[in-house]
Each structure stands twice: as structure tokens, then as C-alpha cells.
């Protein structure tokens, strides 16, 4: 039986939703330090977004080839379209927001 990414993904979050607001939408993602999350790959996204941290604590955005940047409470992160990237964990559990840039 074939699996694709997509259902592969959405198999192994803990939790995440939509909210939609001020015409956007945005995904609210909760992962915990043992999750087992397609973040964590190496990856591209078919559309610009940006990453909101609301919780982290020692999680890390990597972008292919670079340094990986501390993800801090607060702070956004741009993440171009096709761009390589991936998240690494850290302690306790990392929450963001996302939302694509139309």
C-alpha cells in the first residue's frame, strides 16, 4: 500500500488546527519533544509563510546549509517558497503559528 507524504504528515501530528482570522489562516502547530513530525525533515513548502513561535524552549530553525537560528517566544520567521528547511527539536513542547503568504 502506497503512503504519501501528505497522509504520512498528518498521521504523526499530535495536534494541529486551523484558525481562521483576519482573512487569514493560519495552522497552529504543537510539537511535543518526542514527536515524531515531518517538521523535523528536511523539507520545502510549495508557498511563502511565516513561523510565529508562541512556545519554545531550545528549538532550532534550520535552513538548508545554514547555521541553524534559536526559534525565540515571540519572534517571526520568514520561510521562502521552495526553500529547504526543517525544525530541531529542543525541550518541552514547541508551539507556532503558520501562515502562507499569498
Known amino acids: 500500500m502506497h503512503v504519501s507524504w ?4 498528518w498521521k504523526i501530528k499530535k495536534v494541529r488546527y486551523k484558525v481562521k482570522s483576519d482573512n487569514k489562516i ?3 502547530i504543537i510539537i511535543e519533544e518526542d514527536d515524531f513530525a515531518w517538521e523535523l525533515f528536511h523539507h520545502v513548502d510549495p508557498y511563502d ?4 513561535v508562541i512556545q519554545s524552549d531550545g528549538w532550532f530553525l ?6 541553524p537560528i534559536l526559534l525565540n517566544p515571540g519572534r517571526k520567521y520568514f520561510v ?3 526553500h529547504w528547511h ?3 527539536k ?4 514547541l ?4 501562515w502562507r503568504i499569498p
Open 6 to 9: 501528505g497522509d504520512f504528515f
Open 86 to 88: 526543517r525544525i530541531i
Open 80 to 82: 521562502n517558497e521552495y
Open 49 to 52: 509563510q511565516v513561523i510565529e
Open 26 to 28: 493560519y495552522h497552529h
Open 62 to 67: 534550520q535552513y538548508n546549509d545554514e547555521v
Open 95 to 98: 508551539i507556532i503559528r503558520v
Open 90 to 93: 529542543g525541550f518541552d513542547p
